[in-house]
């Protein structure tokens, strides 16, 4: 055996494609749709009529009325297709027993003074639903003009904001240059003040007899560096003060920022809020308008003649009791005459033309396979392969059936992928395919 499973797998290595692509195997995805049974609308029959117990008389059984609803399940009168017949979409497939809906013929008249003492009522209604429009569109136009004001105001904001993180951006940078004046000027008056010393401690060493010629020099000196410690005084006092509105700059703007951010975003809160509003007050004329349409809707049906509405819904009723299929394919099973079936109870199956396979990949495989990537399946019953494209790559790896055994996925997790091809090919088929690369291998 175990030899034999190396000539297997040996054989399927040399059938791979040596020019990029992947081969794989896979089984043609069956199409069936379902036929169920419609609800038809039956009406209640009062078994107590014509039955009426003369007054004084005794009664059998109890006087209250009995009602029999014609119940849910409906019998199928007739079958129009068989098992493999080819249908279009359309055609009738069977049909229910429509004998009771006749009866509906009957209350029609009945139903017509009631729809026509409607017609009042439902055109206040549909008065009453243009004035609440109005005013919900009253109320848009407001919160619109509330939504533009806030998006103004948070621009403005915003503004503030971003010139306040620019000057605050600046700050640090002014402050380092005031600082370096204020310690150039700071030094320089201490050397002023140095100097002045000097030329005072000359001054006071002189002799009193000292001649006013050999004063003179000291004297300007010491009127120069007074004058000159004066404005160093003034520069350093004015720079004191520079720093001191700049560190002041800086704590506005320190607090001013966040308080910006704030007020932006309690700006966004109060436009989500009324862009909220907005989309309330729209699903809000929406559903006026939706009623509207069914009060309209409703007094066109209300002033029909009783004739016309007694054919209209009887037809409407037995074209409910013919089931017709909704799709071109083959019929794979049909219900039978005299058969009771509940609403919503498959009454037939059709298979349309399959056009996926579906296949498994190796992880390895998978990672070099994209989507619409061009494939081509070939299966036994045809002579030539059909082409198609990747359709879906599952994001998943699971453990494929017992029947999908390769080289590369046998008692494996493995990928699932969908080829969708130009041309239908029989349902469950097995089919060899071969699809197009989007990464080179390895």
Do not use: M
């Not at 290595?13 to 049974?37: E, F, H």
């Not at 720093?243 to 007020?263: M, V």
């Amino acid at each position: 055996r175990t030899a034999v499973a190396a000539v297997v797998l040996a054989l399927t290595a040399c059938q791979q494609p040596d020019d990029g692509t992947i081969a794989a195997t896979g089984r043609v995805v069956a199409d069936t749709v379902s036929v169920q049974a419609p609800a038809l609308a039956v009406p209640r029959v009062s078994l107590d009529a014509g039955f009426v117990t003369p007054p004084g008389a005794p009664a059998a059984a109890s006087t209250v009325p009995a009602l029999l609803s014609l119940g849910a399940a409906q019998r199928v009168s007739a079958v129009e297709v068989q098992l493999g017949d080819h249908v279009e979409e359309g055609d009738v497939l069977l049909r229910f027993d429509d004998a009771a809906l006749a009866a509906q013929e009957r209350v029609a008249e009945a139903d017509v003074a009631v729809a026509k003492a409607q017609v009042a009522v439902i055109d206040a209604a549909v008065d009453t639903t243009h004035d609440k429009e109005s005013d919900l569109r009253d109320t848009r136009e407001e919160v619109e003009d509330g939504i533009a004001e806030g998006k103004s105001a948070r621009a403005d904001l915003v503004e503030k904001r971003d010139d306040a993180r620019a000057a605050a951006a600046k700050l640090p940078k002014q402050l380092a240059t005031v600082e370096k004046n204020l310690r150039d000027l700071t030094a320089k008056r201490k050397d002023a003040e140095k100097q002045l010393r000097e030329v005072e401690a000359t001054l006071e060493a002189l002799p009193a007899e000292t001649p006013a010629e050999q004063r003179a020099p000291l004297l300007e000196a010491q009127k120069k560096l007074n004058a000159g410690l004066k404005e160093l005084k003034a520069g350093v006092a004015k720079l004191n003060t520079a720093r001191k509105k700049i560190t002041d700059a800086q704590s506005q703007l320190r607090k001013a920022i966040p308080q910006l951010t704030k007020g932006i975003a309690t700006v966004d809160d109060k436009l989500a809020e009324a862009r909220d509003a907005v989309k309330k007050i729209d699903k809000a004329i929406t559903k006026l308008e939706d009623a509207r349409a069914t009060l309209k809707r409703n007094r066109r049906l209300a002033v029909i003649a009783a004739d016309d509405t007694t054919v209209n819904r009887a037809g409407t009723a037995r074209e409910q009791a013919v089931v017709r299929a909704p799709a071109d394919g083959v019929v794979a099973d049909i219900a039978r005459v005299g058969d009771v079936v509940a609403p919503g109870a498959t009454v037939a199956e059709i298979t349309r033309p399959a056009l996926v396979v579906l296949t498994w990949l190796a992880p390895e495989q998978a990672s070099r396979a994209c989507l619409d990537a061009p494939a081509t399946v070939a299966v036994d019953s045809l002579t030539a392969p059909i082409d198609g494209r990747i359709s879906r790559i599952l994001p998943l790896a699971a453990y494929p059936p017992s029947y999908h055994a390769t080289d590369q996925v046998h008692l494996t997790r493995a990928v699932p992928v969908e080829v969708t091809l130009d041309a239908a090919l029989p349902p469950g088929a097995p089919a060899d395919l071969h699809l197009s690369s989007c990464q080179p291998k390895g």
